[in-house]
């Protein structure tokens, strides 16, 4: 290797990966040591990584309801959670609205999902997400959201994990993954395992969120045959913003179904 030469990462391990997931999902800095080598790595600690997020949002929410007005931490905790992940997640939803929106040929929805431009339909889409999330923080109550933080953020990047398998990658090699691994059984196990927990402590929320997502799946597909990091990224937000919108609706109904519940009845 000659002076000056950047040496390839150490392919590592689990814990590599879930550093690696940490610094593409959010803003925490992460040394270049501490991540994976390996080839896509990343993806399969994408579960752990939204354990963390919805964490530090569970202190942010406690923080910003001892600080504040309900309906001021609720804008907070919509906030921090926008600043946490770098708006990632919201960028794929605007790039999302603006190209899936109208009639449009794969082409130029392709070259509309690659424009960093955020357009009317864009804008609209991350306006309506942030009201939708800031609304449902302050119609949810603070016992039952500060667990429902983790879960949904676990729930909605494991989400991401069974979306790039059902989707093929229309980008091929030249996007965030390759197209010949986007599917790895293991990966995609653990994708499910993370629903499924988070569908026997939340299920109306979970199930919600699911058929929201199936349904912009599918929408993915008619558009360009696959999907793209831009509706990975969306998948994420929509499946999140779902989430709390049904267990506000939930709570709302009194309809208390699903371990957490119980759980929380404990504490």
């Known amino acids: 290797?000659?002076?000056g030469e950047a040496r390839p990462l150490p392919p590592g391990g689990p814990v590599r990966a879930f550093f690696s997931a940490l610094a593409f999902l959010t803003v925490i800095p992460v040394p270049e040591r501490w991540k994976t080598g390996r080839e896509?790595?990343?993806?399969?600690?994408?579960?752990?990584?939204?354990?963390?997020?919805g964490g530090l949002l569970c202190a942010v929410a406690a923080g910003a309801a001892w600080l504040f007005p309900p309906a001021v931490a609720a804008v907070v905790l919509a906030g921090l959670s926008v600043l946490l992940t770098g708006a990632i997640h919201l960028d794929g939803l605007a790039d999302c609205a603006d190209a899936f929106y109208g009639r449009r040929d794969r082409q130029d929805v392709l070259r509309i999902l690659k424009d960093p431009r955020v357009g009317t339909m864009g804008a609209a889409a991350v306006g309506l997400s942030l009201l939708l999330r800031a609304a449902?923080?302050?119609?949810?109550?603070?016992?039952?959201?500060?667990?429902?933080?983790?879960?949904?953020?676990?729930?909605?990047?494991?989400?991401?994990?069974?979306?790039?398998?059902?989707?093929?990658?229309?980008?091929g090699?030249?996007?965030?993954?390759?197209?010949r691994a986007a599917w790895e059984?293991?990966?995609?196990?653990?994708?499910?395992?993370a629903v499924l927990i988070a569908m026997i402590l939340f299920p109306v929320p979970l199930a919600t969120a699911l058929a929201g997502l199936a349904l912009f799946w599918r929408l993915?597909?008619?558009?360009?045959?696959?999907?793209?990091?831009?509706?990975?990224?969306?998948?994420i937000e929509i499946g999140e913003v779902l989430f709390f919108l049904?267990?506000?609706a939930t709570e709302k109904a009194g309809l208390t179904w699903g371990l957490a519940y119980p759980l929380l009845s404990l504490l």
Not at 40 to 53: D, K, Q, S, T
Not at 149 to 162: G, N
Not at 220 to 235: E, F, P, R
Request: proline share 8%.
């Open 173 to 179: 090699e030249s996007g965030i993954i390759t197209a």
């Open 185 to 193: 059984p293991g990966r995609i196990a653990l994708g499910a395992a």
């Open 136 to 171: 449902s923080f302050l119609s949810i109550p603070a016992g039952l959201l500060l667990p429902a933080l983790p879960v949904a953020a676990m729930a909605a990047r494991a989400a991401v994990l069974p979306a790039m398998a059902l989707l093929p990658y229309v980008r």
């Open 220 to 235: 993915s597909w008619k558009k360009i045959g696959g999907c793209t990091g831009d509706v990975l990224g969306a998948t």
């Open 246 to 248: 049904a267990l506000a």
């Open 1 to 3: 290797m000659k002076r």
């Open 40 to 53: 896509n790595g990343m993806f399969g600690a994408f579960p752990f990584a939204g354990l963390v997020v």
